[in-house]
């Protein structure tokens, strides 16, 4: 979805002056909510386990004096269940605060559970981009474009890279390709000053206008 009059009020107040939007989009609902899946199975796997232990129990000998320190235990073993199903819950209110946008200076990314976070990627970060497309995306004719700026994140499985993604969208590949060609632009720009800089250049203050 490309829809700028439904531009966020947070992407408008961050807006420069002499910046422009050029598109606008949210993520499909399902594709979406499948990043949520994984764990959704394993909670429904342990609480179908976990009942099925309790019932056995239960009806082989009772828990006689000990039934309030064995509920309790029940509740708290049985966590991965309940919370994968409150993350889904989570995920369908995190969908509805979820925009992205990229304009003629960055990348903006609009998302939140119960307040809005907003974040930016200027183009001179990026450093690698790409478009993963999933067998349920591709169902939905929709893909995730991911940002790659250098960072990283480190823990006791190792390293890995840290991207910043607009998920589930439509049109993946050609959102791919405008930002990737609006990234060079500005990054050739910034670097290699064109024909409309003034001689004396006191630096990157011309407006960028895409190719047609």
Known sequence: MNNLDLLPSEFESLKDNDETIYWVGSPKLVPFLAQGIPFLIIGLLWG????????QFAFIGGFGGAGTF???????????????ILNMIRLVLVHKN???AY????????????????KVVDYDKIQNIEVNVGPLENMYKVGTVSVFCGEYSSGKNG????TSD?????????VFKAIKQVSLDIKTDMNFPNQLRPEDNPGYTTKY????
Do not use: C, N
């Open 48 to 55: 179908a386990f976990d009942y099925f232990f309790f019932l």
């Open 166 to 174: 607009f998920k589930a969208i439509e049109d993946p590949y050609g």
């Open 70 to 84: 064995i509920l309790i235990f029940m509740l708290f073993h049985m966590f991965p269940f309940y919370g994968s």
């Open 103 to 118: 304009t003629s200076k960055r990348l903006m990314y609009r998302s939140g559970f119960f307040g809005i976070d907003v």
């Open 98 to 100: 979820t925009k992205y």
């Open 159 to 162: 390293t890995r890279s840290i």
């Open 209 to 212: 206008t895409p190719k047609e």
